[in-house]
């Protein structure tokens, strides 16, 4: 572009000398003597003519051109942005995808001429979008608002299409931003929110999950609020026995438990104990003893006065009917009283309820027969002290009500509780959006492992479509959303043994599932974490992530290295200093010389250079993040992208609204 211009200027410059200040003498005699004897020599002297007029004004505007290059950008004004494309209206979109924001040049904070929008189809965000940047930095009113608004406003009024999804933070601030969001696509009716304050009851151990595996989300939730301590191996096995043996016994039972339940059976050891022999009673063979009715008669006044005081059975006109006993058996042996036994065949319900009981039992026995009596009382103690602010004690009687409720709540018997939560898979199928609010700080354990037990519960139900939709591809499926704030306090990592946030995170997309969490750095995920390098595998899990202005060095570091680097032209000045006839002063002493000389060098080099700085990434703009993006199929190279205020006109620039 430089040349060009320089080149037209040039040219220009010497027709105006051809027309006006030396034209070529075309009527002089000699010049025609030349042109008639040799044409050669005349038109060598015409373009020689015309080339040393073209030539001889490039050295002043050279000199011109170069200064007014260098002190033009001190005069030259921000370049303004374009006109953004229209703003895909999410109720009217035919496809389901996200837009981000708007991006303009990749690399450096500068408006362009021709922004764009930055989309991401359903496939890429099924691979999951965390969203990092410290507090302040927009995460909710820039990145969870927004997308939930384009998510849920997708086919809103179609009920076999609209999204619905699971909403968990610990604020307090987010469920009613989302109910605003529902309310503004209609779909305000579609949001059951639990709370200390809801009309809807929850309890967490009532979702068909196996006693095992209950017990394995509790010793998970509880490494997760406290950590791992020494021999934490075997307190966490011995916890989980204890749980799932409690909560099989209350199934057998009672048909049903809660946390409450489990909280007043681990207060004592002696409450186990009689939980244990009524459980084992309940699922034993029944054994009958018969007397003949002339026998009953006839027995000696002795064995009369004890065997009366027992309930007897009189349908049958030739004999009584009683349950055996091993005292009866022997009085009546005793007496050489003549009797007959009969056994009660079980239903194969009692009988499977019967091998169940039989394994937890064993599971359990085995364990609190390898440890004395006070290692027994201090695992009891250690799920107490875990279940006390999640099954609601004396004084939280509201965290009881909504998270413990009676069985009659869920009989349909006795409503004055609550409503019963439905089961997921229904509201998962029927597009409802759950939300869970609970602040932190009102109980921050119950917020934490409440929320994380509606999570796992959710999670389990998202994973059993996988099958259900390999066997129907004919039919539709909805995609859902889990949309997380400050995810450190809710993730939890199953490690080396089955569940965990990782695991689903890496199976979701097969069942359509939106996986987006923000939290504040990475320090803050893992000290959130209990296993050190869990952190790395859950990072990992989401493909799209969104780096906002980071709030500590180590994730401006790691956004730094993960953009890399890239071959720039980096131009370099070089300043030398020469002198000639050198000599030392005899007043000063100093080197003198009379002749000297100052030379100034300018040259580009090729180099790797880092694509963003971390000091850059500390210090961005709010509402401006740099996105590593990926559509489904491939990654899309860092950028900057400029994010949309929650409530403000989409359509609307970034650098409109800054300026």
Not at 76 to 91: N, T, V
Not at 552 to 566: L, R
Not at 581 to 607: C, D, F, I
Request: charged letters at 20%; a neutral charge.
């Amino acid at each position: 572009m430089k040349t060009g211009t320089i080149t037209l200027m040039t040219v220009g410059c010497g027709l105006l000398l051809w027309d006006f200040v030396a034209p070529f003498p075309f009527g002089n005699l000699v010049v025609l003597s030349i042109r008639q004897h040799n044409p050669t020599a005349y038109w060598s002297l015409l373009f020689a003519w015309a080339g040393v007029l073209c030539t001889l004004p490039l050295y002043i505007i050279l000199p011109i051109y170069s200064a007014c290059e260098r002190v033009r950008p001190l005069f030259d004004r921000e370049p303004s942005a374009g006109k953004l494309p229209p703003y895909p209206d999410p109720a009217s979109r035919e496809e389901l995808f996200a837009v981000i924001g708007e991006v303009h040049e990749q690399t450096k904070l500068a408006p362009s001429r021709r922004p764009s929008w930055l989309t991401i189809p359903a496939e890429g965000l099924y691979t999951g979008v965390e969203i990092i940047g410290a507090s302040g930095s927009g995460k909710s009113s820039n990145c969870i608002c927004p997308f939930a608004w384009q998510l849920f406003g997708y086919k809103a009024q179609d009920q076999e299409k609209k999204v619905g999804g699971l909403v968990l933070e610990v604020k307090g601030d987010l469920c009613t931003q989302i109910r605003g969001v529902l309310r503004k696509h209609g779909r305000e009716d579609d949001l059951i929110e639990l709370g200390l304050g809801s009309e809807w009851v929850y309890n967490p151990l009532q979702s068909g999950m196996s006693p095992t595996a209950l017990a394995f989300n509790m010793s998970t939730l509880e490494r997760a609020l406290y950590g791992e301590g020494k021999d934490s191996r075997f307190w966490t096995q011995a916890s989980e026995a204890l749980a799932s043996y409690l909560i099989e016994i209350h199934r057998i039972l009672y048909g049903y438990v809660t946390l409450f339940d489990l909280f007043k059976a681990a207060c004592s050891l002696a409450v186990i104990k009689k939980l244990q022999a009524d459980a084992e009673d309940a699922v034993e063979k029944i054994s009958y003893v018969l007397l003949d009715s002339d026998v009953y008669a006839n027995l000696p006044a002795k064995v009369f006065r004890e065997v009366s005081l027992l309930k007897w059975d009189r349908t049958w006109p030739r004999h009584l009917k009683t349950r055996s006993t091993q005292d009866l058996v022997d009085l009546l042996r005793g007496a050489k009283v003549p009797f007959a036994t009969e056994e009660e065949s079980n239903s194969p319900e009692q009988v499977e309820a019967a091998q169940r009981l039989e394994f937890q039992r064993w599971n359990y026995t085995k364990l609190m027969n390898e440890t004395d009596p006070l290692t027994r009382n201090n695992i009891s103690t250690g799920l107490k002290v875990f279940l006390q602010p999640l099954a609601g004690d004396t004084d939280d009687a509201i965290v009881r009500r909504i998270f413990s409720p009676p069985k009659a709540v869920y009989d349909g018997t006795d409503l004055t509780h609550g409503k019963p939560l439905p089961p997921l898979v229904e509201l998962i199928e029927s597009g409802k959006v759950i939300a869970m609010n609970i602040p932190k700080a009102a109980d921050e354990s119950a917020a934490r492992s409440l929320n994380a037990f509606l999570k796992l519960d959710w999670q389990r139900a998202v994973e059993l479509r996988v099958p259900q939709m390999a066997a129907h591809p004919e039919k539709h499926w909805r995609s859902l959303v889990w949309i997380a704030d400050e995810y450190q306090i809710l993730a939890t990592t199953g490690g080396a043994r089955p569940g965990g946030d990782e695991k689903f995170l890496n199976l979701c997309r097969a069942a359509k599932c939106i996986s987006i969490v923000a939290y504040q750095s990475l320090n803050a995920l893992e000290s959130g974490l209990t296993a050190g390098s869990d952190w790395r595998t859950v990072f990992s899990a989401f493909q799209t992530k969104i780096f906002l202005r980071a709030g500590e060095p180590w994730t401006a570091k790691v956004v730094s290295d993960m953009a890399g680097k890239k071959i720039r032209a980096l131009q370099h000045f070089g300043f030398t200093e020469g002198q000639h006839k050198a000599r030392v002063s005899a007043v000063t002493g100093k080197l003198t010389a009379p002749e000297s000389s100052v030379n100034v060098s300018h040259s580009y080099n090729l180099q790797k250079d880092v694509v963003f700085e971390p000091c850059v990434v500390e210090e961005l703009p709010r509402g401006v993040a740099i996105v590593f993006a990926h559509d489904g199929r491939r990654p899309v190279e860092p950028t900057y992208c400029y994010l949309k205020w929650s409530g403000a006109d989409p359509n609307v620039g970034y650098y409109e609204t800054v300026h």
